[in-house]
């Protein structure tokens, strides 16, 4: 691309341009879209019924074909359920999970942040000190005693999870912020007359908005790594729902026999985390003016 054309095109745009000849983290992407495309399309695609049990096929291994039928392509559970089926339904789980918690977290995150970095003195402080708490806490063990107290399942996993993720949305929206408060545009706003609420959401925060972007996409692999690890711990999403932390834990007791319980939802979700990290760093490489300036 020329100097001409990448003048031509917005921020967002010469983002976009830079992501697109990212092939790694494009690859990364369509990955995590066939992850999504698989989810949406489960009720259609699964070739069984996820909840579906029969001991007589316990741990059966993969097979395409039985009886001339369409058959169990990942083997099955300990409880004779289609390994398959359940993947694709558990990626429902994941996914859904994902995309509430970061929405919700970056929202709020966000807003913190702006306050914080804009409006300092007391509410800089009072957020400031509530963040440094919840950093203080280890994140799964602050899940674990949070699950225990709330009890299991999906509304409250959610609820677990925000709790926490805010803080990581508002940390980097606070220091853009603080830097954004002294800029020429800022204070053309305050001598303007404009007031706190409308510098902050009319000409802060859409200079903000690239590094959430950043920051969720990547705090969404964390928090699939966070909720298979309550799954696995039971504190999670409930049976009969599949999830990947409940396959993984459900088949730990056959790694030797039945190595595929464990080891195709362990792989999922390593593959999901990964291209889901990949393309965090594409965005990152792409959205971030430092990396650029020269």
């Known amino acids: 691309m020329s100097a001409a054309e990448a003048g031509a095109l917005s921020p967002l745009g010469l983002g976009l341009e830079r992501f697109r000849a990212n092939r790694t983290a494009l690859l ?17 695609i699964a070739p069984h019924d996820p909840a ?16 001339g039928e369409w058959g169990f392509p990942l083997g099955c559970d300990s409880l004779g359920r289609d390994i398959l089926s359940r993947l694709l339904f558990g990626a ?26 804009y409006l300092r003195g007391w509410t800089d402080t009072l957020i400031g000190r509530l963040v440094d708490t919840l950093l203080g806490f280890p994140y799964l063990v602050f899940a674990i005693g ?39 545009y800022v204070e053309a706003a305050r001598a303007l007359g404009a007031g706190p609420g409308h510098i902050m959401l009319r000409e802060i925060l859409p200079n903000v908005l690239s590094p959430v972007l950043v920051v969720a996409t990547f705090r969404m692999a964390y928090v699939i790594i966070m909720e298979a690890s ?22 730990r007791d056959f790694l030797v026999d039945a190595w595929w319980v464990s080891t195709l939802p362990g792989l999922a979700i ?16 792409a959205f971030d003016p430092r990396l650029h300036s020269a």
């Open 52 to 67: 579906d049990a029969d001991l007589f096929r316990r741990l059966q291994p993969p097979a395409w074909l039985e009886g």
């Open 230 to 251: 309550l799954s696995f711990l039971g504190l999670g999403v409930q049976p009969p729902t599949p999830s990947w932390g409940s396959m993984v834990a459900d088949g």
């Open 146 to 184: 949070l699950m225990a107290m709330m009890g299991p399942g999906l509304h409250n996993i959610i609820l677990v999870l925000v709790y926490k993720e805010w803080v990581f949305s508002c940390r980097v929206v606070r220091g853009e912020t603080l830097a954004a408060r002294e800029q020429d």
């Open 270 to 285: 390593l593959m999901l985390v990964l291209a889901i990290n990949l393309a965090s760093q594409g965005l990152r490489d």
């Open 28 to 44: 990364a992407a369509a990955v995590i879209l066939l992850f999504v495309l698989a989810a949406l399309s489960a009720p259609w």
């Open 92 to 117: 429902r789980v994941s996914l859904l999970v994902a995309a509430i918690v970061i929405c919700i977290a970056a929202v709020i995150g966000t807003l913190a942040g702006l306050a914080a970095g």
